[in-house]
């Protein structure tokens, strides 16, 4: 049985490796749409992965200290940080269906 305790540290490790794949993954398209010569694919997929990047980044460094936030401000910041990081989310997989629609055509 686990202890409780190997759980936080757990999820830490996990986003930090989908943070260091998903890095990779867009890397990948971008030398893919520099290999195209598709610069507005190539601007594209450059600003969502700073975006993706700056959020994460912000959210997986600061989201441990927020046990020393007050009361309410706690969960504005949650709120805010996981809305943004959902939406980074979906401009990850936006990002990948234009690639699969490249692809396939």
Do not use: C
Request: aromatic share 16%; net charge positive.
């Amino acid at each position: 049985m686990f202890n409780l305790s190997f759980w936080p540290i757990y999820t830490q490790v996990i986003a930090i490796l989908k943070l260091i794949l998903v890095f990779y993954v867009f890397h990948i398209l971008l030398d893919i749409a520099r290999r195209k010569g598709d610069q507005q694919l190539y601007a594209s997929a450059r600003h969502r992965l700073i975006a993706y990047m700056a959020v994460m980044l912000i959210l997986n460094i600061t989201l441990p200290f927020t046990m020393n936030f007050i009361g309410n401000l706690v969960t504005a910041y949650t709120v805010l940080f996981l809305l943004l990081s959902l939406l980074a989310e979906i401009m990850f997989l936006l990002l990948l269906r234009k690639y699969r629609k490249i692809f396939s055509s």
